[in-house]
């Protein structure tokens, strides 16, 4: 099975990493008292009240926001387990034309529609 090659991976892992970042930043961007917090002696903050920070913000994110962080996320997961690029229903190579579209896809394009009907009936 072909796999999606590294440097491309690289790609995708940076891509990735924007789109989470410019989700959790809408929220940033919502609140206008935020800034002047962020502003604060950054440095005297630990990794966990960092990691505290960015629980919150994704708590004030819709649920469809919070559903595609947590898809980027896992797809960030499959980068560092090197099963990025294949199907999690089928374990078929999803196209990198897709991907291209939707880093984060999880599903080929057949799984994708079998999980679309599912879901609407
Ligand atoms: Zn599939």
New binding site residues.
Partial sequence: MKKVRKNKLNDFKKELLEIRKKLAGEVEKSRDYSHEEAEGDMSDITDDAVRTYSQQIILQLGEREREQIKEIDEALERIDNGEYGI?V????E?PEKRLNLIPYAK??I???EKIEVRNKL
């Fill in positions: 199907c229903e089928c374990g078929e999803i599903w080929c057949t799984c994708k």
